[in-house]
């Protein structure tokens, strides 16, 4: 019988080969930036995304080969942001197709009522609608975020996953 030899060049390639599957497909982590989750999340907090929650996504680029679920409201998701394409973390307030509206210097749509500001409740007066394929996204501390109310709704194709676990106990943050 003959023995086989260990061969570690072969292993870190296994190594390597699977923790690029892992991060491609299936886990991620992000550090949040910022005080737009306050108080659910502190600048720092590492959060966990499951970026297979609402589909098979591209291992290069954004969007999904399979899709088979949306965020629903209420989510708290990592995407690109529109403006920049770096990573945020925000709560899905809104999945479209909805209409939402302005009032009293709010935007108002089932279950959402979001304060707005002087110059967003200017450029949101005719309200928002959105697409079946769109989400409005907000952060838990609205005078703090940028979110959907600066940059508009983000399509589904943004949405790199959910956030599954987060730790808010971030060093430096006790």
């Given at each position: 019988m003959k023995s086989r030899t260990f061969r570690p060049g072969w292993a870190i390639l296994v190594a390597v080969l699977l923790f690029l599957?892992?991060?491609a497909f299936v886990l991620d982590v992000a550090v949040v930036d910022g005080r737009s989750m306050k108080?659910?999340?502190?600048?720092?907090?590492?959060?966990?995304v499951l970026?297979?929650?609402?589909?098979?996504?591209?291992?290069?680029?954004?969007?999904?080969?399979?899709?088979?679920?949306?965020?629903?409201?209420?989510d708290i998701v990592a995407a690109a942001s529109p403006r920049d394409g770096l990573a945020v973390v925000?709560?899905?307030?809104?999945?479209?197709?909805?209409?939402?509206?302005?009032a009293a210097g709010?935007?108002?749509?089932?279950g959402l009522d979001a304060p707005l500001s002087e110059d967003q409740a200017m450029q949101l007066?005719?309200?928002?609608?959105?697409r079946a394929d769109a989400f409005y996204l907000l952060g838990d501390n609205p005078p703090e975020s940028i979110d959907s109310r600066d940059y508009g709704a983000?399509?589904?194709e943004a949405i790199s996953g959910r956030v599954l676990i987060f730790d808010s106990r971030a060093p430096g943050h006790e």
């Open positions: 599957g892992l991060k108080p659910v999340l502190e600048s720092g907090s590492l959060v966990l970026r297979f929650a609402y589909g098979i996504r591209r291992p290069w680029g954004s969007g999904y080969l399979l899709c088979w679920g949306a965020p629903r409201r209420g925000k709560r899905v307030a809104a999945a479209g197709p909805l209409k939402l509206s302005v709010h935007l108002v749509g089932p007066a005719d309200g928002v609608v959105l983000v399509p589904i």
